[in-house]
């Protein structure tokens, strides 16, 4: 909120000398969070629900209303941090932040298939390394991409 516009070493620990995924997914759930209070929240009557809370009063059910529902949606939407109340955590499993974070990276690991590279970004890799090799005058390999 000061004006920093960088967020940086994501995933790292010991100053940068090691790397850990679990950690990377929780930093990036943490940026990710961060950056969207930097985008602000609309504030307004209809936000704010102004018709509602005279409505309802103070002590009323807000959980109910179907602006409350359509709103919900809009807030940050955690994928990591378990926001339940203890004893529904506790009767998940109770696993901590950094177990869950693990757990997905590895999921991801495991699973990810990464979308192919176009023909025209291959082409271009295989002209960079061509060049190199003939600028360097090493024999040229075979490589698949």
């Known amino acids: 909120m000061a004006g920093a516009n960088l967020i940086y070493g994501l995933g790292m620990l010991e100053s940068g000398v090691t790397f850990d995924y679990g950690q990377l997914l929780m930093d990036h759930e943490f940026a990710t969070l961060i950056k969207y209070?930097?985008?602000?929240?609309?504030?307004?009557?209809?936000?704010?629900?102004?018709?509602d809370i005279h409505a309802v009063g103070s002590r009323g059910d807000f959980l109910s209303l179907d602006s409350t529902y359509r709103y919900m949606r809009?807030?940050?939407?955690?994928?990591?941090?378990?926001?339940?109340?203890?004893?529904?955590?506790?009767?998940a499993g109770g696993t901590d932040l950094y177990e869950r974070a693990?757990?997905?990276?590895?999921?991801?690991?495991?699973?990810?298939?990464?979308?192919?590279?176009?023909?025209?970004?291959?082409?271009?890799l295989r002209?960079?390394?061509?060049?190199?090799?003939?600028?360097?005058?090493?024999?040229?390999?075979?490589?698949?991409?």
Do not use: C, Y
Request: glycine fraction near 4%; charged fraction near 30%.
């Open 74 to 91: 809009s807030q940050s939407q955690p994928k990591l941090i378990d926001r339940r109340v203890r004893e529904d955590w506790a009767a």
């Open 102 to 124: 693990t757990a997905e990276a590895r999921r991801l690991l495991e699973t990810h298939e990464p979308p192919p590279l176009p023909d025209e970004t291959i082409a271009a």
């Open 127 to 145: 002209a960079i390394v061509e060049q190199t090799e003939h600028e360097l005058g090493v024999e040229p390999v075979q490589v698949a991409f």
């Open 37 to 51: 209070a930097l985008g602000g929240m609309p504030v307004n009557d209809e936000t704010l629900m102004v018709d």
